[in-house]
């Protein structure tokens, strides 16, 4: 059974940057797609980045492109989220999700897409 942990949270000033993990076990992460989530208080759950199984096809958010971005080493079965430039609207519990991967070079960023969730890890930008 597949199972994700997020890790890598804190607390950073604006204009810092973090870089998150998703760490899987139990099975390979070589089928999957990875997307990362997140979800501000009274908002709902939106989709940051997603990369594919193969690493061939990546997609962002419009509110992170340039900003932030995606890796994955399948060895490791860890997924990465660089976060650069960061601002206070970037406050949320991100989340990594797996799907199974059926596009080489294409991800959806939609929950539907995803069904092992990780249980979060809090980002708080605030100076």
């Known amino acids: 059974q597949l199972q994700l942990v997020e890790s890598g949270g804190g607390l950073v000033q604006p204009g810092g940057s973090l870089r998150l993990s998703c760490a899987a076990s139990?099975?390979?992460?070589?089928?999957?797609?990875i997307g990362w989530f997140r979800q501000a208080p009274g908002k709902e759950r939106e989709g940051v980045s997603c990369?594919?199984?193969?690493?061939?096809?990546?997609n962002y958010a419009d509110s992170v492109k340039g900003r932030f971005a995606i890796s994955r080493d399948n060895a490791k079965k860890t997924v990465y989220l660089r976060m650069n430039s960061l601002t206070p609207e970037d406050t949320a519990i991100y989340y990594c999700?797996?799907?199974?991967?059926?596009?080489?070079?294409?991800?959806?960023?939609?929950?539907?897409?995803?069904?092992?969730w990780g249980q979060g890890t809090q980002v708080t930008v605030s100076s």
């Open positions: 990369i594919t199984s193969s690493s061939m096809g990546t």
């Open positions: 139990g099975v390979t992460l070589d089928h999957y797609n």
């Open positions: 999700a797996a799907g199974r991967s059926y596009a080489f070079d294409f991800c959806a960023r939609t929950t539907v897409a995803y069904n092992s």
